[in-house]
Nanobody
Framework: MCSCRRLGGGSVQAGGSLRLSCVATGNFFNIEEMGWYRQAPGKQRDLVAGVSKDGTPYYGDGVKGRFTISRDNHKNTVELQMDSLKPEDTNIYYC???????????????WGQGTLVTVSS
């Protein structure tokens, strides 16, 4: 079974930094996209940042210029460096891999367990 295992998270004061890491475990044939989403209870899951297989990053609303995403295709890892954190960044963060396990499978989403990021003012 393929899944995402996340490392990092925690609490920090406003203006501080945190780094989230995630590794897609299992035998993926291919991973097209990797990224991070966040979701508050009762709300939809929103994109924080993603990165394509060729390394092209893209960012959700409100984080560009403060967050940086990177990926290692050989290790199937994705990292999110979060700087200049704000209280409104407080949320549960989920890592995501979009890809396939077997060559002729359809691409699908694989999610890691959420990690809580708390930013205090």
């Amino acid at each position: 079974m393929c899944s995402c295992r996340r490392l990092g998270g925690g609490s920090v004061q406003a203006g501080g930094s945190l780094r989230l890491s995630c590794v897609a475990t299992g035998n993926f044939f291919n991973i097209e996209e990797m990224g991070w989403y966040r979701q508050a209870p009762g709300k939809q899951r929103d994109l924080v940042a993603g990165v394509s297989k060729d390394g092209t990053p893209y960012y959700g609303d409100g984080v560009k210029g403060r967050f940086t995403i990177s990926r290692d295709n050989h290790k199937n890892t994705v990292e999110l460096q979060m700087d200049s954190l704000k209280p409104e960044d407080t949320n549960i963060y989920y890592c995501n891999a979009y890809g396939r396990v077997r060559r002729f499978d359809r691409d699908d989403d694989y999610w890691g367990q959420g990690t809580l990021v708390t930013v205090s003012s």
